[in-house]
């Protein structure tokens, strides 16, 4: 009976090392193409379905794959050579620019999103429906605690930052505070990607929080920034008039000129056919459909 | 009734709760994880590929990279886990020895399994340049479930009755003979059972993985050593994250209970085996 | 060979400590009680110690009563049939990833604990420890169990001549003498959920700030496994950054290595 066993444990490993040495045929010996995309949660969405998609065309002669991290980590591993394209839905700060000056770290625009300043549902039905960038300001700092101090429900708010190197962050807080780094003492809760502040937003019945267009629905609403007397609705067609002032460009970051096969899924992306899916995906195309 | 056969009732009844209770709350945990994960599985889930980021398609190469991972942890594990336990139970003499090397066992089980993950990066993704990949994940997740393999191995080779030892000294088998004709065959149930636990161990881990062998799409299966590959955890991990659809949130449950599914799977063959190692006992 | 294990936790170490240096050299003591972590700038890690040692702390509170409350349940009063069961079961409980709680967490436990508080969110300390009580729950009654199970038969039988009902048995005669066991089933429980990344990770808040007043179980929190899994992608490469969560690891690493220990100790002691 033990002999049995053994020799079955043996054919196990065996079979086990057998199949994993030959997983495929010529294993060890690529012959794909490879690209590695790493970056921003916000073109996170977009980037793996067009490298679906560019992947079926080329016949699966190429493996693009795609990871999240923010866009400060996409922007880092492009410039470390750690990544072929680094995704971010910011620009590449001044700092960065420093640290990296050996790389030749260029941008290259897929889309356009804005970041709106979201609120929970129950917040807009109650009447919470534009803020002013002081006021979005002053929750941020703490001074303002309570909904009802803007119009809103007598309910404490939650205010919802963001991990500090995510691009929606930056590109928030630069025109909040007019400082891409600015600290906000006031918040409650951090939060990473996209998706985890939407579903906390979505959660609560009194949170605000700063999330790009894609991501809202009816549970997170987008409110207008006042701007003197002007409310500025959070729509694509602000966006696409450059009307929103809370707007930003969706970059893939690349470190010197784009060669071979990066070169040409650069170029599917800002092709018709890969501004379709911008649009799709919920940004505002930059180059002709 | 008097007033102590009373309170025995009532402390019977109290301690009856507090196990009820704690069944109750782990039976919840395991039916809420199929109440939520059945309804997403059927074969095309577990035959397809993922697309549209999750929300359609299913989990197989998930899967497939989850068993890779686990299946070359233990590859690697197994013949140091093997060599340590045998060198401990028939080559080393001194107790104290043993002793401090047990400590040493458990402490390594101990570790927090993300210092793992920045550790093993650094040391075998950057510094022996093997990058994000399946093979790092590997050599991290083999480092981990090193105490497993050996602890298990190691109790079956010490429960071995002594008569089979005598027998084989009678024979006057070297030491080399006697690993190989009556330890190893003898302690086979126990070097099956340390497996299945430590692939059990592989197949739960995320954190050591999550940013040292894997990738959310791209690739379904490595073809080169430095591949990255998708795993069901760190799928799950994405999903709950950044997932946009309602679909992809019930893929992720899907893909839970799939992953618990293999993990009780294992643990439970384990139990199994572990029931028929001899004992000293049933001499 | 058998060496190996030894090799590798001193290697660990001398790593986390060689990468964490130049941290160590540049906030001194203000990195193990600055209140204040902001990548670039400062680095204090009190506000990760507190939220670890309040998680596992709480957890330990939570789940004392059910792990202890069963294990003497199981090893006292339940038929031999039964008890292996129980055993089983826990065995296979423990295994249960981090990942499948945390999506419970994400998606059940937070909801509860905002709902049934009257929260305004429901990310906060108390659903960590929640979560991890739960994730260790198995693992301690286990190990207690064991401990209970072990005392030898004659204790009993002494203390059941004295003319003892059987509950002052247990807690006169029984309970003390498998106390090491117990203590050392504990703390093996608590270093395993100081060290959880996942499941704590998706539901603590992510706040890098020690609550007001400090015991207010109710806000968000960050332990230095969450810190590490969010922060650690972005900080690879760095410097500064990166030897300061390396030395976060340390922390960690020499934190659970005590519990560890404690519990190594004590359950060395029961044998």
Redo the contacts between chains.
């Keep these: 009976m033990k002999q049995v066993f053994f020799r079955i444990l043996i054919s196990v490993v065996f079979f086990i090392l057998f199949s994993a040495v030959s997983l495929s045929p010529g294993f060890a010996e690529d012959r794909r193409e490879k690209i590695q995309v790493v970056g921003s949660t916000t073109v996170l969405p977009l980037v793996t379905r067009a490298a679906e998609v560019f992947a079926e065309e080329k016949k699966d002669a190429v493996a693009i794959t795609v990871n999240s991290g923010g866009s400060g980590v996409g922007i880092h591993s492009s410039a470390t050579g750690r990544a072929d394209i680094g995704m971010a839905s910011r620009e590449i700060s001044n700092k960065e620019r420093e640290r990296f000056k050996n790389s030749d770290l260029k941008t290259i625009v897929v889309g356009r999103d804005a970041v709106a300043c979201v609120v929970s549902s129950e917040v807009y039905a109650a009447g919470v429906k534009a803020l002013s960038r002081k006021q979005i300001r002053d929750i941020y700092l703490g001074k303002i605690k309570n909904w009802k101090d803007v119009g809103g429900p007598d309910r404490e708010i939650v205010v919802i930052d963001k991990e500090r190197h995510r691009g929606t962050r930056h590109v928030f807080m630069q025109y909040v505070f007019g400082d891409e780094n600015a600290r906000a003492p006031g918040a409650r809760l951090v939060t990473g990607s996209n998706n985890e502040e939407q579903s906390k937003i979505a959660q609560s019945d009194a949170a605000i929080g700063m999330l790009s267009l894609a991501w809202i629905n009816e549970d997170v609403v987008g409110i207008a920034i006042l701007e003197g007397d002007e409310a500025i609705e959070p729509t694509l067609e602000n966006v696409r008039a450059n009307r929103f002032p809370i707007s930003r460009n969706l970059n893939f970051v690349v470190a010197g000129e784009p060669e071979g096969i990066v070169r040409e899924f650069v170029d599917f992306i800002i092709s018709p056919k890969g501004q379709k899916m911008v649009k799709a995906s919920g940004y505002v195309p930059v180059h002709p459909l | 009734m008097n007033r102590n056969a009373v309170i025995e009732k009532v402390v019977w009844g109290f301690l009856c709760c507090l196990m009820a209770l704690s069944l109750a709350i782990l039976v919840f945990v395991l039916a809420a994880v199929i109440a939520k994960g059945l309804p997403a599985i059927d074969w095309e889930f577990l035959s397809q590929v993922s697309r549209n980021f999750g929300a359609a398609g299913g989990i197989l190469y998930q899967t497939l990279g989850t068993l890779i991972l686990m299946a070359g942890a233990v590859l690697v594990s197994l013949p140091v886990a093997l060599g340590a336990a045998l060198l401990q139970t028939e080559y080393l003499r001194s107790e104290r020895i043993k002793k401090t090397l047990r400590h040493l066992i458990y402490s390594l089980n101990g570790v927090p399994t993300i210092l793992f993950g920045l550790a093993g990066y650094m040391i075998f993704g950057v510094y022996l340049e093997a990058g994000v990949s399946w093979l790092t994940g590997t050599l991290i997740l083999a480092v981990m479930i090193l105490p497993t393999l050996q602890v298990s191995i190691q109790e079956a080779i010490e429960a071995l009755p002594e008569k089979y030892r005598d027998a084989g000294t009678a024979l006057g088998l070297t030491p080399w003979e006697m690993v190989r004709s009556v330890i190893l065959p003898q302690s086979i149930f126990g070097i099956v059972t340390g497996v299945l636990l430590g692939l059990a161990r592989a197949a739960g881990e995320t954190a050591a993985i999550m940013f040292t062998a894997t990738t959310f799409s791209g690739i379904l299966l490595p073809q080169t050593w430095t591949d990255p590959v998708p795993t069901l955890q760190t799928h799950i991990l994405i999903l709950a994250q950044e997932a946009l659809s309602p679909q992809a949130i019930a893929n992720a449950w899907g893909a839970g209970l799939v992953l618990l599914t293999l993990v009780f799977v294992l643990i439970l063959a384990a139990h199994y085996f572990r029931g028929r190692i001899p004992m000293e006992s049933e001499r | ?6 090799a ?2 001193v290697m ?1 170490f001398a ?2 400590v060689q ?1 964490s240096l130049s941290v160590i050299a540049a906030e001194k003591w203000n990195f193990l009680f600055g209140l204040d972590w ?3 700038e400062t680095y204090g890690a009190l506000p990760m110690i507190y939220g670890s040692l309040m998680v596992t702390g709480l957890a330990l509170i939570l789940v004392l ?6 294990a ?3 090893s006292e ?1 339940l038929p031999a049939r039964y008890r292996l069961w ?1 055993k ?2 826990m ?3 423990a ?10 967490g ?3 436990l ?2 509860w604990v ?1 709902n049934t508080f009257g929260l ?4 906060t300390l108390l659903t960590a420890a929640l979560l991890l009580g ?1 994730m260790v ?2 693992t301690i ?1 286990t190990l207690a169990e064991d401990a209970l199970h072990a005392v030898p038969g004659q204790y009993r039988d002494t203390a059941f001549s004295l003319g003892l ?3 002052q048995v247990v807690l006169s005669a029984v309970i003390p003498k498998a106390l090491p066991g117990i203590a050392g089933a504990v703390f ?1 429980g608590l ?2 959920a ?5 499941a704590v990770m ?1 539901v603590i ?4 700030k020690i609550p007001d007043p400090w015991f207010n179980v109710f ?2 929190g960050q332990s230095i ?1 969450s810190k ?7 900080a ?3 410097d500064l950054q990166w030897s300061a ?2 030395a976060l ?1 340390l922390t ?2 020499l934190m ?2 005590i ?3 404690m ?2 100790f004590f359950l ?1 002691r029961a044998q």
């Excluded at chain 3, 990833?97 to 419970?104: A, D, E, N, V």
């Excluded at chain 3, 100081?194 to 996942?198: A, N, P, R």
């Excluded at chain 3, 808040?205 to 890098?208: F, H, M, T």
Aim: glycine share 18%; hydrophobic share 55%; net charge negative.
């Design positions: 060979m058998a060496f190996i294990s030894l590798t936790v660990l790593f986390l990468q902001w990548a670039g009563p059910l792990a202890l409350g069963g003497v349940f199981t009063y129980i089983g079961l065995e296979l409980f295994g249960v990833p981090g990942i499948i709680y945390g999506l419970l994400v998606a059940l937070g909801g905002k305004i969110d429901g990310n739960i729950l198995p009654m009902m059987k509950w093996l270093g395993r100081m060290g959880e990344t996942i998706l808040g992510g706040l890098d806000a968000s496994p590490l899994g969010r922060e650690a992608a972005e690879i490469g760095t969560l390396m690891g960690l690493f659970v290595m519990l560890t220990f519990g190594n060395k």
